[in-house]
């Protein structure tokens, strides 16, 4: 070859190459955080419409139990007014008499069942006046972001409207400022969020649509016992559940990702199913849902998803069949949770804060369906 052909060939690489310097696509910069993909979410549709029963008005009355308080008086005698309560056993004691059982049953038939005793003691014609002063056996739970958070009596028939009234509705940045209660009063509630619980079931209603569009449909009657939440519309938590050694709310921050969460619980448990771990965001009557494949993310060979505050973040312990099931095991996992926590923290009256969400021995807490999570 020729020092002049040399020359031509040396000069094309030469311009090759400086091309290739000039070429503007994406460079790999060790110092800049690769930002982790959004959670690819579905929606689930949960179809549980509120059966008409819950609308309608019990027909049951009032029965006596442990607390509850009676005025008793003989007509005939006033000096023998006295206010005596049911006790722990159930029985109640008045004049002469020996305990009375009385757990269970009416005003009218307690009444009935002292005339008759009294009949042993006193000869004459027994007449009763039996006034309920107090009701400490039936209650309505009311916790949360309520102006007044509490346990409240059930003396007749209270719907979810009468008993949010009571608590004094959600509380805002105006009210609340003075109750020693251990909520913060700045925070708003999230209805969308927010639940109502009988016998450790989320009941189907949408205290959003009830208390902010109106919709009546949603007013159900309670019962003893029902639990109302009222969520948090500024917390920054993501709740951590199901297969992971310390099942509990983790703080969140700017770019936690699903790994970061479940690292705040602890890890994962030797039996946790890590290919169909969930992401659930969004309201709890029209969840949406993303399923993720852990394992792959762990072992490097899948992008990290990130995660937002409100999110549920669920280690299922086998894998799903119908994606539905799988939702709502999460959702009363979440709010048998939620439950537990606040009630204990309302007896105790132990300032709020990020302790946790704590899953006792013996609650009734069920992370699985019968025969793993359809």
Same mark, same amino acid.
């Given at each position: 070859?020729?020092? +002049?052909?040399?020359?031509?060939?040396?000069?094309?690489?030469?311009?090759?190459?400086?091309?290739?310097?000039?070429?503007?696509?994406?460079?790999?910069?060790?110092?800049? %955080?690769?930002?982790?993909?959004?959670?690819? *979410?579905?929606? !689930?549709?949960?179809?549980?419409?509120?059966?008409?029963?819950?609308?309608?008005?019990?027909?049951?009355?009032?029965?006596?139990?442990?607390?509850?308080?009676?005025?008793?008086?003989?007509?005939?005698?006033?000096?023998?007014?006295?206010?005596?309560?049911?006790?722990?056993?159930?029985?109640?004691?008045?004049?002469?008499?020996?305990?009375?059982?009385?757990?269970?049953?009416? *005003?009218?038939?307690?009444?009935?069942?002292?005339?008759?005793?009294?009949?042993?003691?006193? %000869?004459?014609?027994?007449?009763?006046?039996?006034?309920?002063?107090?009701?400490?056996?039936?209650?309505?739970?009311?916790?949360?972001?309520?102006?007044?958070?509490?346990?409240?009596?059930?003396?007749?028939?209270?719907?979810?409207?009468?008993?949010?009234? *009571?608590?004094?509705?959600?509380?805002?940045?105006?009210?609340?400022?003075?109750?020693?209660?251990? +909520?913060?009063?700045?925070?708003?509630?999230?209805?969308?969020?927010?639940?109502?619980?009988?016998?450790?079931?989320?009941?189907?209603?949408?205290?959003?649509?009830?208390?902010?569009?109106?919709?009546?449909?949603?007013?159900?009657?309670?019962?003893?016992?029902?639990?109302?939440?009222?969520?948090?519309?500024?917390?920054?938590?993501?709740? !951590?559940?199901?297969?992971?050694?310390?099942?509990?709310?983790?703080?969140?921050?700017?770019?936690?990702?699903?790994?970061?969460?479940?690292?705040?619980?602890?890890?994962?448990? %030797?039996?946790?199913?890590?290919?169909?771990?969930?992401?659930?965001?969004?309201?709890?009557?029209?969840?949406?849902?993303?399923?993720?494949?852990? %394992?792959?993310?762990?072992?490097?060979?899948?992008?990290?998803?990130?995660?937002?505050?409100?999110?549920?973040?669920?280690?299922?312990?086998?894998? +799903?069949?119908?994606?539905?099931?799988?939702?709502?095991?999460?959702?009363?996992?979440?709010?048998?949770?939620?439950?537990?926590?606040?009630?204990?923290?309302?007896?105790?009256?132990?300032?709020?804060?990020?302790?946790?969400?704590?899953?006792?021995?013996?609650?009734?807490?069920? !992370?699985?369906?019968?025969?793993?999570?359809?």
């Amino acid at each position: 070859m020729t020092r +002049y052909a040399l020359a031509l060939v040396l000069g094309s690489m030469a311009a090759m190459l400086m091309a290739g310097c000039q070429h503007t696509g994406p460079q790999f910069n060790p110092r800049v %955080k690769q930002q982790p993909p959004p959670a690819a *979410l579905q929606s !689930v549709a949960l179809t549980n419409p509120i059966p008409s029963s819950l609308l309608t008005p019990p027909t049951n009355f009032f029965t006596l139990g442990p607390g509850d308080r009676l005025e008793i008086e003989l007509l005939d005698d006033p000096t023998s007014r006295a206010l005596t309560a049911v006790g722990p056993d159930g029985k109640l004691y008045f004049h002469l008499l020996p305990g009375l059982d009385v757990w269970g049953l009416t *005003l009218a038939e307690t009444k009935a069942l002292i005339e008759r005793e009294l009949h042993n003691y006193i %000869k004459d014609n027994v007449q009763l006046s039996v006034v309920l002063r107090g009701v400490e056996s039936k209650r309505v739970w009311l916790l949360g972001r309520f102006s007044a958070p509490g346990v409240y009596s059930m003396t007749n028939t209270m719907t979810v409207l009468e008993a949010v009234a *009571l608590a004094g509705g959600a509380a805002n940045i105006a009210t609340g400022r003075d109750l020693n209660t251990g +909520y913060n009063p700045e925070d708003l509630a999230d209805l969308r969020r927010s639940f109502v619980m009988r016998q450790g079931k989320v009941l189907p209603i949408n205290l959003h649509r009830l208390l902010r569009e109106g919709d009546l449909s949603q007013n159900v009657f309670l019962q003893p016992d029902d639990f109302i939440y009222f969520a948090s519309a500024t917390a920054r938590e993501v709740y !951590v559940l199901g297969a992971v050694q310390a099942p509990k709310t983790v703080i969140y921050h700017e770019n936690l990702t699903i790994v970061g969460a479940i690292s705040g619980a602890l890890g994962t448990i %030797k039996d946790a199913y890590l290919s169909h771990v969930a992401v659930v965001r969004g309201s709890l009557s029209d969840p949406r849902i993303a399923i993720v494949d852990y %394992k792959e993310i762990v072992q490097g060979r899948a992008p990290d998803v990130m995660v937002q505050p409100g999110d549920i973040v669920y280690v299922p312990y086998s894998p +799903y069949r119908y994606l539905a099931k799988y939702a709502d095991v999460i959702l009363q996992t979440f709010v048998s949770s939620v439950a537990i926590n606040e009630g204990a923290r309302a007896v105790v009256r132990s300032p709020a804060g990020p302790t946790g969400i704590f899953i006792p021995i013996g609650s009734g807490i069920t !992370v699985t369906t019968p025969g793993g999570v359809r």
